[in-house]
């Protein structure tokens, strides 16, 4: 075990072995393995309770867009047993409370500090020690640190003129109010056309007097289909959990049944259209791997857009309308996949209006409302679903310095450099789950974050096993793999779009595509590989 000794020359500073940054899905499990390995740790959270962006993202409609049954911990077979799901894809409410069950389950609050954020974390290359400093002031010596920081949670609300003058309610869907935001009988302005706009939408339209969405590009959803879990099914995955999660570790994307091995050239074009009325009829993400080569080929990803704005034609009736929702200009799925539930027949309703801001842009926010360059839209409320600054956000905003005072934002300032997305030359004993250069948000975050965890735990086992106290990676392992991850990002289309994976949402932000895109499955088998050759690409030392 790892010595927790209190050491005199640390004065009155706190002495752990491991602090935790976050306490969403990766933090919580993190934490609970760090017990195994007998690990002095405390977690701090900015949040006031567990489940990170199930805590954060309340807006109306926020749901998983993986299938409850595989969006959920693997790790524990009596949960998977015990937990009921009740929705194909649960919703926020369900799964917050499945966060706090696990949770409460194992007993992990008790180490937690909530409402607490982390400012600051600097390695003392005198003590081998991180000094890590909260908001409350206090600072707390640790031999390790990891973040769990999470990929999406740092909203970005963007810059528009006049938005603090804005007299009405003014909301971010990543910074919803606990309390329930009620729109009946208002003019509501949503901004954003992304993922949780696409959830948010129908349930806003639903209750405003008004609803404008101002779309500044089209996205690509896909009809969920969500309805209830039957016994039945709930019953098929209880059953076959094991075989099922080797199947989901196991596939690029960590969901089952998403892959497939045909190239679209490989078919007729009925044999095309067949395929995709089946996945549309199934609904959610698998559209995205309707075709083995759809995000490598531009023409086998055309069949497939061209196959969603056919459905986007039948279901928006005015032609006008239903043209602007075609997305245009960039590769489906390039971006990520929305999944909804009426989100382009709300486009019928009377009282929803589309504003196109990419032919006549937001010239400013006043008091009253929103002024385009072609209107002034007066409204009681504006939702801004403007996303996050995404994957380097997080660690960005906390003042991390490794050793000889290296400067994180100074390694970052071309883009995020790790050795696998779990660690950085420089920043010793520092640990990040489902960092930048892994595949993470390209896939089934829960599994990501199990298999990182994983990881992270037996590595600080091998290190006390073999009486190693530092490690950090070399330059050269680190400078191979972001070559790598670049790399097999040109390889595919992901690169031909102003997506939040290349940092194209964050005015300024450098231009590089962040997750890794190699595939979860061979990702897994690259750790895998790194670790069971003695951790290659790293150096250890006492
Ligand atoms: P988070 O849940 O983001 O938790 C990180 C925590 O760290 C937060 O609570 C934050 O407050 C805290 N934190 C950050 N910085 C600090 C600091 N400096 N000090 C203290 N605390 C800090 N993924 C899927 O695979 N499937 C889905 O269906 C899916 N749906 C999503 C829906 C929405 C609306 C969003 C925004 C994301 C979704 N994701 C989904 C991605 C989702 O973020 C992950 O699935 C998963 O919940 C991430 O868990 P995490 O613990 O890594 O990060
Ligand atoms: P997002 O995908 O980044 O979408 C942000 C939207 O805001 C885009 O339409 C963007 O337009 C628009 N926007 C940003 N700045 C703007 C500006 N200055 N003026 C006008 N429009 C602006 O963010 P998100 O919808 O929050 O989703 C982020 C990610 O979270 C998703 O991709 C997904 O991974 C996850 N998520 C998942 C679910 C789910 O279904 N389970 C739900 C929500 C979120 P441009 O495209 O033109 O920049």
Not at 106 to 122: E, G, M, P, S, W
Request: charge should be neutral; hydrophobic fraction near 35%.
């Amino acid at each position: 075990m790892i010595s927790n000794q209190k050491d005199k020359q640390f004065g009155s500073t706190p002495v752990l072995d491991t602090v935790v940054i976050g306490a969403g899905f990766a933090g919580l499990y993190q934490l609970y393995k760090l017990r195994q390995l007998g690990l002095q740790t405390i977690v701090f959270e900015a949040g006031g309770d567990v489940g990170g962006t199930w805590y954060w993202n309340r807006y109306p409609g926020a749901r998983c867009d993986v299938e409850s049954m595989g969006y959920s911990y693997s790790f524990s077979e009596e949960l998977e047993q015990e937990w009921v799901w009740t929705e194909r894809y649960a919703s926020q409410s369900e799964i917050l409370k499945y966060a706090r069950h696990v949770a409460d389950r194992f007993d992990l609050k008790k180490d937690i500090r909530f409402n607490t954020r982390v400012l600051k974390a600097t390695f003392e290359d005198n003590h081998h020690r991180w000094l890590v400093t909260t908001s409350k002031n206090e600072t707390f010596r640790a031999r390790f640190v990891i973040m769990a920081l999470g990929c999406l949670s740092t909203p970005h609300s963007p810059s528009i003129p006049g938005l603090e003058t804005f007299e009405g309610n003014c909301y971010h869907t990543g910074f919803w109010p606990h309390k329930k935001v009620d729109f009946t009988g208002q003019k509501v302005g949503v901004i954003g056309t992304g993922s949780s706009a696409t959830q948010a939408i129908p349930l806003i339209a639903e209750q405003a007097k008004h609803l404008t969405i101002f779309q500044r590009t089209a996205n690509f959803s896909i009809p969920a289909w969500n309805k209830p879990l039957t016994k039945e099914i709930q019953q098929q995955w209880k059953d076959n959990y094991r075989k099922l999660r080797v199947e989901a570790q196991q596939s690029s994307s960590g969901v089952i049944n998403m892959d497939s091995d045909q190239n679209a050239a490989d078919l007729t074009s009925s044999q095309q259209q067949k395929e995709l009325e089946r996945r549309w009829k199934y609904g959610g993400l698998i559209m995205w791997n309707a075709f083995a080569d759809i995000m490598k080929n531009r023409d086998s990803n055309d069949v497939v857009s061209a196959f969603v704005h056919k459905k986007i034609r039948e279901v928006v009736k005015d032609p006008a309308t239903a043209d602007l929702l075609c997305p245009r200009n960039y590769p489906l799925g390039s971006k990520r996949l929305c999944v909804d539930t009426n989100y382009y027949e709300t486009f019928n309703k009377p009282n929803v209006t589309l504003a196109d801001i990419k032919s006549h842009p937001i010239k400013e926010i006043t008091a009253t409302g929103i002024e385009t360059s072609e209107s002034f839209f007066k409204l009681d409320s504006i939702v801004l679903a403007t996303g996050f600054d995404a994957m380097t956000g997080p660690m960005l905003k906390i003042d991390v310095r490794g050793s000889d005072g290296t400067l994180l934002t100074e390694r970052w300032a071309e883009g995020p450099q790790t050795y696998l997305g779990i660690s950085m030359a420089k920043f010793p004993n520092l640990f990040m789950i489902t960092g930048p250069g892994s595949p993470s948000v390209l896939s089934n975050v829960l599994l990501a974050i199990e298999q990182h965890v994983d990881w992270i735990t037996n590595c600080l086992q091998y290190m006390t096993e073999n009486k190693f106290s530092l490690i950090e990676p070399t330059h050269e392992a680190e400078k191979n793999w972001v070559h790598h991850v670049n790399e097999v990002a040109e390889d595919t289309l992901y690169v031909h779009s102003d997506s939040w994976y290349m940092g194209a949402n964050i005015p300024g932000k450098p231009r590089v595509f962040m997750p890794y895109v190699g595939g979860a499955d061979k990702y897994r088998d690259i750790c895998k590989h790194v670790s069971q050759n003695k951790y290659y690409g790293f150096s250890l030392s006492n």
